[in-house]
């Protein structure tokens, strides 16, 4: 899910500064989970991988992506740190597929050059970066403090509030994630109440891959329905002992995240003001 049409020229830049990112975070991820460290390399990801897309003027949402996957690799710390690095192996080796594809589809196609057009990063961006990083290290200490499963759910909710460009849009994307969120876990409860074959749960969760592939770009409310699912479904298939307690995770870890989320927003708001009136 590389392309981002607001980069066009620039998505070949963009797919490969994403993949450095990741390749070199996610196994510092692996090796810090379950230790208070990670709540500050959170802080540091949130603000270095926004920092550098911004030099390189790139739009979308590639840091959410990096939070999430991070954050949930390194809430894992209830397995062993063989089986984490094992799963960073598989990551990478999921990301060298997929850019192995594009690059041969923009040789075949597109032909964007790779690039590399470093710009000034602005003063109110940084006190923006600043803000997602302090919130999003709060986020993820609530959720290792809070004991639930998933915690990192608390972070990947509070990101998503927190890249909103201001305090209307922001109360609106809560708004739709609340009601999606409630909307997916009514749907994943249905699945887990009726289908526990692990290869069908296999099958669905590539068919709703696809749905959200197809229908995020077009309404963010409607492709957040399936993302509640999908996740649920995936830890059904990785930790199933834990039943439907994941499901009622998932909604608190939604309200808690995206009121932390409106927090930071709010806050920003108001130290832009007061710059602004000196």
């Known amino acids: 899910m590389y392309y981002v049409p607001a980069n066009q020229q620039k998505t070949m830049s963009q797919l ?10 996610l196994p510092i991820s692996a090796l810090l989970a379950g230790s208070m460290a990670t709540v500050l390399w959170i802080g540091i990801l949130a603000f270095s991988s926004q920092y550098i897309l911004t030099k390189e003027k790139m739009l979308g949402p590639q840091a959410f992506f990096i939070l999430m996957i991070n954050g949930m690799l390194s809430s894992l710390d209830q ?8 799963f960073t192996l598989y990551i990478i080796f999921g990301i060298g597929i997929a850019t192995i594809f594009a690059l041969i589809e923009n040789w075949c196609y597109d032909k964007y050059a790779i690039t590399v057009r470093l710009t000034n ?14 919130f999003a290290m709060l986020a993820y ?3 290792i403090h809070s004991h639930l499963n998933n915690y990192y759910w608390l972070l990947v909710s509070a990101i998503t509030i927190l890249q909103a460009e201001n305090i209307p849009t922001a109360r609106h994307r809560q708004y739709h994630c609340v009601i999606a ?30 749905i959200i592939c197809f229908t ?13 699912p999908i996740a649920l479904i995936l830890f059904k298939l990785v930790r199933p002992e834990l039943g439907t ?20 927003v709010v806050v920003f708001d108001i130290i832009m003001r007061q710059i602004k009136s000196l």
């Open 245 to 264: 307690n994941l499901i009622i995770t998932r909604l608190i870890a939604i309200l808690i995240g995206t009121s932390i989320g409106i927090v930071g």
């Open 141 to 143: 200490f609530i959720g």
């Open 121 to 134: 990063v602005k003063f109110n961006q940084r006190i923006e970066f600043m803000r997602d990083s302090l």
């Open 16 to 25: 490969l500064i994403v993949d450095a990112i990741s390749v070199l975070a």
């Open 79 to 86: 397995i062993s740190i063989i089986t984490r690095l094992l």
């Open 181 to 210: 969120g409630v909307v997916g876990c009514i749907f994943a409860l249905l699945i887990y109440t009726t289908i526990h074959e692990t290869f069908l749960l296999m099958i669905l969760a590539v068919i709703l891959m696809g």
């Open 216 to 228: 995020m770009p077009k309404s963010y409310l409607v492709g957040n329905f399936f993302t509640t």
